[in-house]
């Protein structure tokens, strides 16, 4: 005797889903043919003639809201004569794979909330680019050679005061749209807080970011005439994450104090 579900080893399963198995499914009850060729029902069923089934016992696999799911079938080239107990133990079986069906997809739906509450846990809401949270998980493993720019929207202030809130947060959402848009694939931006934005230049020295910067203003000045600073450090040998952004402020500091609307490197 073999227990399988439609399509095992069997053979051919069409037949025996589109009659019997369905069956069970469509009404929710036990099938039990003891013996296919004496039954008159079963006996020209397509999937006795292509699977060569003499018997069959199907049980429904119902969910915990009473939808039934599929079915759990036994079945055999032989007839078979089962006790009652023994076919009360394949429909108990049946309910035990509901009940883990069920169980799979409460898994499932918690897993998926879960990955919803983390994506929300490391990421801007108003932007939609990863806040520090996610971005600091990313800047423990830098690699020396990784440039790190801060960027700082100049006279934000000054923009929510005279134009409203509603303005400032548009001219965010404005600013991390160009910075996806100007910047590599490889480059990773990032809302750190407030009007400020952090850039990480994988494989990228002081220069190249600085050229990647300068493409990053143009495309800026072109959609809005609020212009920003930023200071840019590269990873050293050995440098924390700490250490490389505590640099890359200082530079920007630097670009405020200079007047703002400029980028500055780092020394080293």
């Not at 089962?82 to 409460?106: N, W, Y």
């Not at 990313?138 to 000054?158: E, H, I, M, Q």
Request: hydrophobic content about 45%.
């Amino acid at each position: 005797m073999t227990l399988a579900t439609v399509g095992g080893d069997l053979g051919p399963g069409p037949g025996l889903e589109e009659s019997w198995c369905a069956r069970v499914v469509a009404t929710g009850r036990e099938v039990l043919v003891p013996d296919v060729g004496h039954d008159p029902e079963f006996s020209r069923s397509r999937a006795h003639l292509d699977a060569g089934l003499s018997f069959y016992l199907g049980v429904p696999v119902v969910a915990a809201d009473g939808v039934g799911v599929g079915s759990l079938c036994v079945a055999d080239r032989h007839p078979r004569s089962l006790l009652p107990e023994q076919v009360r133990g394949v429909a108990m079986l049946g309910r035990v794979v509901g009940r883990l069906l069920d169980a799979r997809r409460q898994l499932l739906a918690l897993a998926a909330v879960s990955s919803q509450f983390e994506r929300a846990a490391v990421t801007d809401p108003l932007t939609g680019l990863p806040n520090r949270r996610g971005m600091r998980s990313l800047l423990v493993a830098v690699p020396p050679g990784t440039a790190v720019a801060l960027l700082d929207l100049d006279g934000f202030k000054g923009v929510n005061d005279q134009r409203g809130h509603a303005a400032g947060d548009e001219l965010l959402r404005g600013f991390a749209g160009v910075l996806r848009r100007a910047c590599r694939h490889t480059d990773r931006p990032a809302r750190w807080g407030g009007e400020e934005f952090l850039l990480l230049l994988p494989g990228t020295d002081a220069e190249r970011a600085a050229v990647v910067l300068e493409h990053v203003r143009a495309t800026w000045a072109q959609v809005s005439d609020v212009t920003f600073s930023a200071g840019i450090a590269c990873v050293r040998e050995w440098e924390s994450a700490e250490e490389v952004l505590d640099r890359a402020d200082a530079a920007l500091y630097a670009a405020k104090r200079g007047g703002r609307d400029q980028v500055v490197v780092a020394a080293g």
